[in-house]
């Protein structure tokens, strides 16, 4: 988690800047409900796997199917909060 946020201030910012970068492809908070072919992203498997790294590799650099790479358009900090964000998609 980005130095200085708690949990609340963690989350207000990653659904921000997924709601408005990735939700097209994904839905709403991941649903799976977007426009584009982008899968649901609340599930408790991940293709790629469901790990910090692994997620923070999918945004980075892309996944083949679809999913672009963000490396260069988001900031490191951006990056980071979304990757907690898409972690607490899923609900047990
Ligand atoms: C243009 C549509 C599109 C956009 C925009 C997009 N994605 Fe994706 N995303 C995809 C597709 C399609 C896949 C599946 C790729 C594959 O299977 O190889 C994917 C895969 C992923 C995965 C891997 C899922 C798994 O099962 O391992 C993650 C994590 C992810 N996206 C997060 C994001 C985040 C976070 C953003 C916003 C910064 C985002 N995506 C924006 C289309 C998109």
């Given at each position: 988690m980005p130095e200085g946020m708690n949990d609340q201030q963690q989350t207000a910012m990653g659904r921000a800047i997924f709601n408005k970068?990735?939700?097209?492809?994904?839905?709403?908070?991941?649903?799976?409900?977007?426009?584009?072919s982008g899968p649901a992203?609340?599930?408790?498997?991940?293709k790629y796997g469901r790990t910090p790294e692994a997620i923070k590799e999918s945004i980075v650099?892309?996944?083949?199917?679809?999913m672009p790479a963000f490396g260069s358009a988001l900031q490191e900090i951006e990056i980071d909060t979304l990757v907690g964000f898409v972690q607490s998609l899923h609900k047990q």
């Open positions: 970068r990735c939700a097209s492809c994904h839905g709403t908070d991941g649903n799976g409900t977007g426009t584009s992203l609340d599930q408790a498997q991940f650099k892309g996944r083949p199917n679809g």
